[in-house]
C-alpha cells in the first residue's frame, strides 16, 4: 500500500517541462516602443517590417528605415502584398496604398473617403490586377481608375489565394467564402447557423481553418468532410500556415499556439512565448520564422526542432546539466533547485539546495548525486529520500567515471580520488560505508578517464597528460615532445581522444598518439573543453563553437547559431539516448538526434552597394570608368539570417592581387585606394565551416588617361616625327641658308677687299709711291710701301672674323686715312674721336667704306680744304658719325650723270648687301641714317650716322 501511495506521489510530481522554439531577438533596441505590424521578404532576401513608426528593412546585418513618401497621412502601415513580379504593396487606415521601390516607400493610390471602411484589403489576382475591398469590391486599372466588381456590406477578411493563383475572399456576416477568376465572382460557401468567422486561412487548396472567436471555435472546413472543431483557449488574433504544414496562432493577450494540419496541438499544447505580445507571424525562403512584436524587437526562429526548456517555476534559470541515465538528464539551476528532465520532456525535481549548482554529477549505480556549489568541498544527496546524505572534504571536481560496482574515480582540481561505497543493507547507512582513497595528487588537475579496456587510468594534470597502469606505474605522453594539458578525456571503442588546450584533439592508441583534428579538419578552435563519443560520431565543445566530427564521412560539422542557437560557445552539454542537450547563454536547449541537421546551403555573395571616390554609384558589371575614378569600395552582402555570424569570405582583385584576401563578414567592405589603369575581375567566395560557396564575378575597367591610350600615342609619335622632320629639314635649310649667307659675306668681304684695293686706288697709290721715289724721298716712300702693305695685310685678315675688336677696327681707318692723305697731299684733313670705354667687338671692315664714299663722291669734288670727322659714341650700341665738307650727295650725283656713270658705285651695293647679310645671318639690323648738311640751301657737306650692334667681350 505504501509502495502505491509512492508511486502515485511520484507521477503527481512529474510535470512536462515548458518547451517552445529556441529564438533569438533582433532590433530590441531599434523597435524599443514601435509596434510591428507585418512582415515580408523582398526579392533582395531583406525582411521588410511595416509599423507604427514606417517601414524598415533588414538584411541581416542593420536594420534601416525606408524613406516614407511625403503624400503619406500616417507612418503606420500594414498588410504587406506582393504580386507575381514580387512587387510588395502596403496600406495604412486611410485608404491610401503604397509600393516599395528600393528603399522608399511611395504612394501608389489613394482611396475616396465615400468608399472607405476601417481597414481597406487588397490583393493580386492571377494578372497582377489590383483588387480592393472596402465598402465595395473594386478592381483598380492600369489607368488608376476603378471598377466596380461587386456591392456587399459589412466586413471582409483578407485575401487568400491558392497554389493555382485564384483569389479568395471571406464576407464576415455571411460565413461566405467567394472566389474571384477573369473578374467574375463565385460563391463557394455559406454557413448561416454558426456564428462569423473571424479569421480564414487555407490549409490546402480544398481546406480551410476557420476561427470563430465569439463561440470560442477553430474548425477546419472543408467541401469534402464534416468540419473539424476544437475549443479555443483564448481569443485568435491572426493565423498563419508554416511550410511543413503547421499553423501558429497568435493570441489576442500574449504567446501563440501551435497546431499540425489536423488541428493535433503540438509542443505538448503550451503556449509558446506566454509573456510576450506576437503581432504577426512570417516564414520567410529559407524556412526560417519570424516573430513581429509590441516594443520588444523580433524573436528569430531558425530551428523550430530546436526547443528551449524551461523549469516550470518561472525564476529558475539552467546553471548546470549532467547525464542521468541513458532517458534522462541532471538539470542544476541558480537557485539550487535540481530536477531530471526525460526524453519526452518530463520533468522531476528532485531537491532544493541552498546555493547554484555549479558542479553535478550522478554516481552511476547508486541513488547518489554529487553536488557543488560556491563553497568548499562537495555534497551527497540521495535521491530516494531526496535528503542531503554526507558532505565530503574534497576540491573540485572536474570527471567521475564509473570503475566498477560502487566503485568510482573522482578527478579533482587537486588531485585524483577513488570513491567506493560497499553494499549494506540500508542505503541510510551511508557514512558507515563511503570510503576515499587518493590514487594521485598534484595540482590543478582538469580531467580524467578510466580505461575499461586496458583499465588505465588518464588524468589530465598542469604535469601533462598522464597515464597510469595497474601496477601503479605512471607515464607521461607527450606531443611532438612538448606537455599535453589535456581539458577533456573521453574513450572509444580501442582509442582516446584528448580534448587539449593548444592542439586541438588528439587520438591515441596504445597510449601513442596515432592521429589528430586539428583546424585542417575543420576544428573552429584547438582548445578543446569537452568530448563524448556516440554513435560513430564525435561531439565536441571547444571555445568558440560546438562541433561534431562523423567518423564514417570525415566531416566536421558546427551546431550553434545557424541552428538556433543563442550563441556559438556552449557551457556544457550531454548526451541521451533520444536527445542532445545543450546549455548555452543560461538557457537549456535540446533537439532529438534525428532531427539534427549540420548540412547547409551557403548563400550566394552580392554586391548591393559601391562607392566611386566616396560617392555611391550605379554599378553595372562590365562598368567602364574613368582614369581618376580610382578609388572604389564594394559593400558586399550574403543574404543569410542564420549564417551571418559565422560567415567569411575570400576576395580577390584580378589583374591586381596575387593571393587571396581573406575577411569576417563584420567587415564587408572591400576597398581599393588607388587602382592604376587596366581591366578587372572582382572575385569573392563565401566561407562556411571550411567550405567554399560559388564565386561571385564583377568585371569591371578603368580606362587609361587619354594621354596613355594607343590612339594618343600613335598621334603623339607621328606628330613627333613629323616636328622631327620638319625641325629637320627646317635645320637643313636653315644650314643651306647660313652657308650661302656666308657664302654670300666671304664673296663680299673679297669684293670689299676689291671695293677697297680697287685698281684706282692701287693705281694712285703705287704713282704717289713712284712719285716719291722719283724725288728720292726714301724715307717717305719706304713708309707709304710699309702701310700699304700694313692695310692689304689686315684686310685680308679681319675679313676671315665675324667680329673684331674695336681698337682694331679704328687702326685700320687711321691706316686706310693716311694713306688716302698721302694721296691728297696737304689738302686733306681728318679728325676720329673716340668716346667709347667699353671693351666691344665689331664685324670687321664695317665703316671704312662709308668712309671711302664720303672721300670718293663727297670731298674728291670739292675746291676747299677738305676735313673729315670720324666720332664714335657707345649708347647700348656703337653710334658712329662720319661727317665731310664735300660738295654734297645731290652734285655728286649730277657729276655721275654728267660723266655717265648710270650703275650704282660698287661701294655702295657692297655696303646694301653686306648690311642685309649682317641682318639674317646675326639676327641683328645695322641702322644708317644720311643727311645732307645744308646752309641756305647750299649744300656744304654730309652726315652719315651708323647704329651698329655689338658684342662685348668677356
Known sequence: MKQL???????LFLRAAAQQPSSITIGKEEFAGIEIYDLIQNGEQELLIATDHGIFAYDSYEIKALHISDKSKRNSFFYFKANSKGDIYCTNLLGQFFRIQRDSVVLFYELADSLMNPLPRFGFTQNDEFVISSRKLLLLGADKKLQNLAEYEGTRGEFLKDSKGKLFLHYHESNGIFSIQNLKIKHLKEDKDSDPTSLLKFIDDKRFVAIRNESSEIAILSEDSIPKKIKSKEIIRSIYKLEQNELWLSSAKSGLFAFNSQLEPLYDGNKLFPDIFISAIYQDKNKNIWLGTFGRGLLFISNSDLEEISPVSQNEHPSQIQPYDSNQVLLGTYNGTVYTISDELVEDKLFQNEVKANILFRLEGSPYIIYQGNFSGAIIFNTVNKKREREINISTIKDIFTLGEREYLIATLSGVIILKINKSDSENTLKESFKLHYLYTSPNNFSGYFDLITYNYYLGTD????????????????????????LSITGGGS???IGTEKHGILIIKDNRIESFLSKKEGLSSLQVKKLIVKNNKLYIANSSAFQIWDFDLKLMS?????????????????????????????????????????????????????????KNYNWNNGQSLNHDQNRVVFTVSAPSFKLNDVLSYKFKLKGLDQKWQYQSFNKRLIEYKFLPPGKYTLIISLIFEAKEGEQTFLDFEIKYPFWQRSWFIGILLFLSLLIIYLTHRYFLRRQASKSKLENQLIDLKLKAIQAQMNPHFIFNALNSIQDLVLKGDIENSYTYITNFSNLVRKTLDYSNHDFIDFGAEIDLLRLYLKLERLRFKTNFNYTITNNVTEDIQLPPMLIQPFVENAIAHGLFHSKKEKNLTIDFKYDKMLICCITDNGIGREKAREIYIRQQRNHESFSSNAIRERLSIFKQLFNQDIQVIYIDLKENGIAYGTQVTITIPIKKTL
Open 5 to 11: 501511495i509512492f508511486i502515485l506521489l511520484y507521477f
Open 463 to 486: 604535469q601533462g597528460l598522464i597515464s597510469i597502469n595497474q601496477s601503479g606505474e605512471i607515464n607521461e605522453i607527450q606531443y611532438q615532445g612538448k606537455r599535453i594539458r589535456a
Open 495 to 497: 582509442k582516446l581522444f
Open 558 to 614: 558546427s551546431f550553434g547559431k545557424a541552428e538556433g542557437m543563442p550563441s556559438n560557445v556552449i557551457t556544457n552539454f550531454a548526451l541521451t539516448k533520444k536527445r542532445l542537450w545543450l546549455l548555452s547563454s543560461g538557457k537549456l536547449q535540446s533537439i532529438l538526434q534525428d532531427k539534427i541537421k549540420t548540412e547547409k546551403n551557403i548563400p550566394s555573395c552580392k554586391i548591393i552597394e559601391t562607392k566611386i571616390n566616396g
